[in-house]
């Protein structure tokens, strides 16, 4: 699901509460209809059975041993969301099909997948001691999963309240989301002022279209608009390299063979970016520099005292002293051994096949990767949300492989993905902490989803690339299929790889790389003022997050086109998050999270069928006929198109 919604016009991020609905339904098929060992053990030893079990019991045990817990559920759940964590090669390799004629070998399929899934997780055992085991380590996000699976196991729909309203809600919006989502498109994004001014042209279209819009992607700053499609949530930034004329930059004739060509540079001319994708990317450079400055000047004492007191065998997170005492610990040398091996794996990619990227690159962006990772990893643990700090891996690779935007990409890939992998993995390691699965049991859970989603997310790839093709390399694409973010993907590759034409000191861009510093120093005198004053009417200024606000503050124009839904997702924030949390706590303690789970959960389910049936993954798109919902011919929202 996450690898197809890479493909889709609005990118959706498949929630934890989605794998565990699925993984609900089917697990408790599996349990019911398949024979169960403990059944068949039972009678064995009804009629005098002593010794061994046979191993015809022991083999249905294995399958389906009894009824389906709270444990077994959880740890489908965990290697379903690992899976996710090899779709970072499969990004790259569709940029590669799609925008340059540079072949993809088997070799070079398997191996980087493997290189590119499973280093980060070893860097994710290494830090354990500091990124999960820590007190303040609590990964917010992995409440309410943890909450739903509880709820599912622990209590019975007909003594709980809270779970005969979570399957009311799950029933109510799959019934619904089939409008927004393929009937009904309209619902996604109603604006009063498009419907008003639908018959306007010239230049006056073009402004109320750019103010009012935002049903497609840079269509607008969907300003007024009310969207009722509970799937949306901030997409991807879709953005191409300009030329000078504002018509788009030939990168294909630029970059031949995934190389530079001076002379196609010299005809065609520096490409140019739009603003709000250049500032977008100057605030996510200045996001990057201030987080690993407020890790530092914010927590640095209190991870290091941490670190040497795990050392020492103490923790003061109590999850962590149950498991201490009553499982085996996973060795380090395991995580040390997972490393090695992606390490060589990626190494003979680098040498002997054909992706632009130099030995020694590869290495440095492992070393960026590990450098990088703990700091992410730790911020996101306290706060619940991370900084993307894809940008750093480009401008890194921009400046030390100019001109081989390929190479660029598995450079990011790499180093990135060392750093996502280790953010991801370490929210699992904690998720097993809080619901007690064994560590070991966690390795080898984490490790098979890695490697089998890394397949099965460049299988999907490439049934979406070859079925669609035309419509993925126009970056706006129609209601089912968009190049939206690999066309995103594409441009920062392409920038970056032109890194010291575009942003060398001097240059239209310049600022964006200085976005580092600028974060940085933001920090810093954050840390100074806190010193002098450390909290100010009642509140503690050491507790604002200057990473976040300044992340946040270049969002929208980076990663998000697709405007029509934002002021949904305030609206929808400020009610549940503000007053039903100090108005109604009972509430939203028993049903802020079943419900919010069980939409995401019925909402994705129905999308996940549509992609199949009739959005193109499984075989041709089948478009909704055009009808006034359907509004197919212009924009959806019905503001005016200017000649």
Same mark, same amino acid.
């Given at each position: 699901?996450?690898?197809?919604?890479?493909?889709?016009?609005?990118?959706?991020?498949?929630?934890?509460?989605?794998?565990?609905?699925?993984?609900?339904?089917?697990?408790?098929?599996? /349990?019911?209809?398949?024979?169960?060992?403990?059944?068949?053990?039972?009678?064995?030893?009804?009629?005098?059975?002593?010794?061994?079990?046979?191993?015809?019991?022991?083999?249905?045990?294995?399958?389906?041993?009894?009824?389906?817990?709270?444990?077994?559920?959880?740890?489908?759940?965990?290697?379903?969301? #690992?899976?996710?964590?090899?779709?970072?090669?499969?990004?790259?390799? /569709?940029?590669?099909?799609?925008?340059?004629?540079?072949?993809?070998?088997?070799?070079?399929?398997? +191996?980087?997948?493997?290189?590119?899934?499973?280093?980060?997780?070893?860097?994710?055992?290494?830090? *354990? %001691?500091?990124?999960?085991?820590?007190?303040?380590?609590?990964?917010? &996000?992995?409440?309410?999963?943890?909450?739903?699976?509880?709820?599912?196991?622990?209590?019975?729909?007909?003594?709980?309240?809270?779970?005969?309203?979570?399957?009311?809600?799950?029933?109510?919006?799959? =019934?619904?989301?089939?409008?927004?989502?393929?009937?009904?498109?309209?619902?996604?994004?109603?604006?009063?002022?498009?419907?008003?001014?639908?018959?306007?042209?010239?230049?006056?279209?073009?402004?109320?279209?750019?103010?009012?819009?935002?049903?497609?992607?840079?269509?607008?700053?969907?300003?007024?608009?009310?969207?009722?499609?509970?799937?949306?949530?901030?997409?991807?930034?879709?953005? *191409?390299?300009?030329?000078?004329?504002?018509?788009?930059?030939?990168?294909?004739?630029?970059?031949?063979?995934?190389?530079?060509?001076?002379?196609?540079?010299?005809?065609?001319?520096?490409?140019?970016?739009?603003?709000?994708?250049?500032?977008?990317?100057?605030?996510?450079?200045?996001?990057?520099?201030?987080?690993?400055?407020?890790?530092?000047?914010?927590?640095?004492?209190?991870?290091?005292?941490?670190?040497?007191?795990?050392?020492?065998?103490?923790?003061?997170?109590?999850?962590?002293?149950?498991?201490?005492?009553?499982?085996?610990?996973?060795?380090?040398?395991?995580?040390?051994?997972?490393?090695?091996?992606?390490?060589?794996?990626?190494?003979?990619?680098? +040498?002997?096949?054909?992706?632009?990227?130099?030995?020694?690159?590869?290495?440095?962006?492992?070393?960026?990767?590990?450098?990088?990772?703990?700091?992410?990893?730790?911020?996101?643990? *306290?706060?619940?949300?991370?900084?993307?700090?894809?940008?750093?891996?480009?401008?890194?690779?921009?400046?030390?492989?100019?001109?081989?935007?390929?190479?660029?990409?598995?450079?990011? =890939?790499?180093?990135?993905?060392?750093?996502?992998?280790?953010?991801?993995?370490?929210?699992?390691?904690?998720? &097993?902490?809080?619901?007690?699965?064994?560590?070991?049991?966690?390795?080898?859970?984490?490790?098979?989803?890695?490697?089998?989603?890394?397949?099965?997310?460049?299988?999907?790839?490439?049934?979406?690339?070859?079925?669609?093709?035309?419509?993925?390399?126009?970056?706006?694409?129609?209601?089912?299929?968009?190049?939206?973010?690999?066309?995103?993907?594409?441009?920062?590759?392409?920038?970056?790889? +032109? /890194?010291?034409?575009?942003?060398?000191?001097?240059?239209?861009?310049?600022?964006?790389?200085?976005?580092?510093?600028? &974060?940085?120093?933001?920090?810093?005198?954050? *840390?100074?003022?806190?010193?002098?004053?450390?909290?100010?009417?009642?509140?503690?200024?050491?507790?604002?997050?200057?990473?976040?606000?300044?992340?946040?503050?270049?969002?929208? %124009?980076?990663?998000?086109?697709?405007?029509?839904?934002?002021?949904?997702?305030?609206?929808?924030?400020?009610?549940?998050?503000?007053?039903?949390?100090?108005?109604?706590?009972?509430?939203?303690?028993?049903?802020?999270?079943?419900?919010?789970?069980?939409?995401?959960? =019925?909402? +994705?389910?129905?999308?996940?069928?549509? #992609?199949?049936?009739?959005?193109?993954?499984?075989?041709?798109?089948?478009?909704?006929? /055009?009808?006034?919902?359907?509004?197919?011919?212009?924009?959806?929202?019905?503001?005016?198109?200017?000649?």
């Amino acid at each position: 699901m996450s690898q197809i919604y890479e493909f889709k016009p609005t990118y959706v991020s498949i929630q934890g509460t989605f794998i565990v609905i699925i993984a609900y339904f089917l697990g408790n098929a599996w /349990a019911r209809f398949l024979p169960r060992g403990d059944r068949f053990e039972a009678r064995w030893r009804s009629k005098g059975g002593q010794a061994e079990l046979p191993l015809w019991i022991k083999i249905v045990s294995f399958l389906n041993y009894g009824p389906w817990n709270l444990k077994e559920h959880a740890v489908c759940a965990i290697t379903a969301n #690992s899976a996710s964590n090899g779709m970072a090669s499969a990004i790259v390799f /569709a940029a590669q099909n799609l925008f340059y004629d540079l072949p993809i070998s088997t070799v070079t399929v398997i +191996l980087s997948t493997l290189s590119i899934g499973l280093f980060g997780y070893g860097m994710a055992g290494i830090i *354990r %001691p500091i990124a999960v085991w820590h007190v303040e380590s609590v990964f917010w &996000g992995t409440l309410p999963i943890v909450k739903v699976l509880q709820g599912l196991h622990w209590q019975e729909v007909k003594n709980s309240k809270p779970l005969r309203y979570f399957w009311y809600a799950f029933t109510g919006m799959f =019934a619904f989301e089939w409008f927004p989502a393929y009937i009904w498109p309209w619902l996604n994004s109603v604006s009063i002022p498009c419907l008003a001014s639908m018959h306007a042209t010239g230049d006056t279209a073009a402004v109320l279209t750019t103010i009012f819009g935002g049903a497609l992607p840079n269509e607008g700053l969907g300003l007024f608009n009310v969207g009722f499609d509970w799937q949306y949530s901030l997409p991807f930034m879709s953005s *191409r390299l300009l030329t000078a004329s504002g018509k788009t930059y030939p990168v294909s004739k630029v970059f031949n063979h995934g190389v530079l060509d001076q002379d196609a540079l010299a005809t065609h001319g520096i490409p140019r970016l739009t603003g709000t994708f250049a500032y977008g990317m100057f605030m996510a450079n200045a996001a990057i520099g201030a987080m690993i400055a407020h890790c530092i000047l914010f927590w640095g004492k209190d991870v290091l005292k941490a670190y040497k007191s795990t050392r020492q065998g103490h923790s003061d997170d109590r999850h962590h002293q149950y498991m201490a005492k009553h499982y085996k610990e996973t060795p380090s040398w395991w995580y040390g051994a997972v490393i090695v091996i992606s390490f060589i794996l990626g190494l003979v990619v680098s +040498l002997k096949e054909d992706i632009t990227l130099p030995v020694w690159a590869y290495i440095v962006s492992l070393i960026l990767g590990i450098i990088i990772g703990p700091f992410s990893t730790i911020l996101y643990a *306290r706060f619940g949300n991370g900084i993307a700090t894809n940008n750093l891996s480009k401008l890194v690779a921009g400046l030390l492989v100019p001109g081989r935007p390929v190479g660029n990409m598995y450079f990011a =890939a790499w180093s990135h993905n060392v750093i996502n992998n280790t953010v991801n993995l370490c929210n699992d390691l904690k998720m &097993g902490e809080y619901l007690k699965i064994p560590p070991r049991v966690m390795f080898i859970t984490q490790i098979y989803g890695t490697v089998l989603g890394a397949f099965v997310n460049y299988a999907v790839m490439i049934a979406i690339v070859t079925g669609n093709r035309e419509l993925l390399v126009d970056g706006n694409g129609d209601a089912s299929w968009s190049g939206a973010t690999i066309q995103a993907y594409n441009t920062n590759a392409a920038s970056w790889a +032109l /890194a010291k034409y575009l942003y060398k000191s001097g240059t239209t861009y310049s600022i964006v790389p200085i976005g580092l510093a600028i &974060g940085a120093g933001c920090v810093v005198v954050h *840390r100074v003022v806190v010193y002098f004053m450390p909290k100010s009417r009642g509140f503690s200024l050491s507790d604002f997050n200057f990473p976040q606000f300044i992340q946040y503050a270049g969002f929208i %124009p980076y990663n998000s086109p697709q405007t029509c839904v934002i002021f949904n997702q305030v609206a929808a924030g400020f009610f549940v998050q503000y007053y039903l949390r100090n108005y109604h706590p009972r509430i939203f303690k028993d049903y802020s999270y079943l419900i919010a789970g069980a939409f995401d959960g =019925a909402s +994705l389910l129905v999308l996940f069928i549509l #992609s199949f049936a009739v959005f193109g993954a499984g075989g041709p798109s089948v478009p909704f006929p /055009a009808w006034w919902g359907n509004n197919i011919n212009g924009n959806y929202d019905f503001c005016p198109v200017s000649d």
